[in-house]
């Protein structure tokens, strides 16, 4: 029986791209640059905050805001469907949360308006002016959503038998570990539909699966 379900966001609840690209896009940086970084880390050349500090070092001749970030996501709201389908979650008695390796500004408002019981994702530092400071504290890594994943289960006092997963790409398979059910949701990628038990296109039957 499954006690928690665990939601990746972007992709998966709300259908946007990244929210780290969203802020490429917002502050006009060129993709080439963004992808020279992200290559990096996939290799294992640098650590993902060494790769968050030098994403959000392609922002900062902008001198970005909090309040900047925070317009480059105005109007980023889940779907109805997926409001209905956290809603039947909840009314069947199963926590919900978000473990995503995006922005927490974004990650905080959707799980405001979804009602889920916390977010997990990487925060953006600013001095007290709410200017960034180029630094940021990394809370979610993508090939470690796991540790995420444990420690919601151990505030839950769930096991993870218990635990249910859903995401749309390979980095959501790091979610997987020893949970009871490992859901793929409009998946992006081959690897993520073979770890998965089961794959669907919609958020709706994703949640009809995990109540059982």
Same mark, same amino acid.
């Given at each position: ?19 780290? @690209? ?12 963004? @992808? ?65 390796? +995006? ?11 979804? +009602? ?95 109540? +059982?």
């Amino acid at each position: 029986m499954i006690k928690v379900a665990v939601f990746d966001l972007d992709g998966t609840l709300i259908e946007y791209e990244s929210s780290w @690209q969203t802020l490429h896009s917002y502050f006009g940086v060129e993709h080439c640059d963004a @992808q020279s970084n992200l290559e990096a880390y996939t290799r294992g050349d640098i650590t993902y905050t060494e790769w968050m500090e030098k994403d959000i070092a392609l922002w900062l001749p902008k001198r970005p805001t909090l309040d900047d970030v925070r317009r480059a996501f105005s109007g980023r709201r889940a779907p109805a469907e997926t409001v209905d389908a956290i809603s039947s979650l909840h009314e069947s008695g199963i926590s919900t949360y978000i473990v995503s390796s +995006g922005i927490d500004v974004l990650a905080q408002s959707v799980g405001a308006q979804l +009602g889920v019981c916390r977010t997990y994702a990487n925060e953006l530092l600013a001095d007290r002016s709410g200017v960034l400071t180029g630094k940021g504290t990394c809370v979610v890594e993508p090939f470690k959503k796991y540790l995420n994943v444990a420690d919601i289960a151990r505030r839950e006092k769930a096991d993870l038998s218990e635990v249910a997963c859903a995401g749309d790409t390979k980095y959501d398979i790091s979610m997987f570990h020893g949970v009871g059910a490992k859901v793929a949701v409009n998946a992006k990628h081959r690897e993520l539909v073979d770890a998965a038990d089961v794959s669907f296109d919609s958020i709706t039957d994703a949640a009809s699966y995990i109540i +059982g």
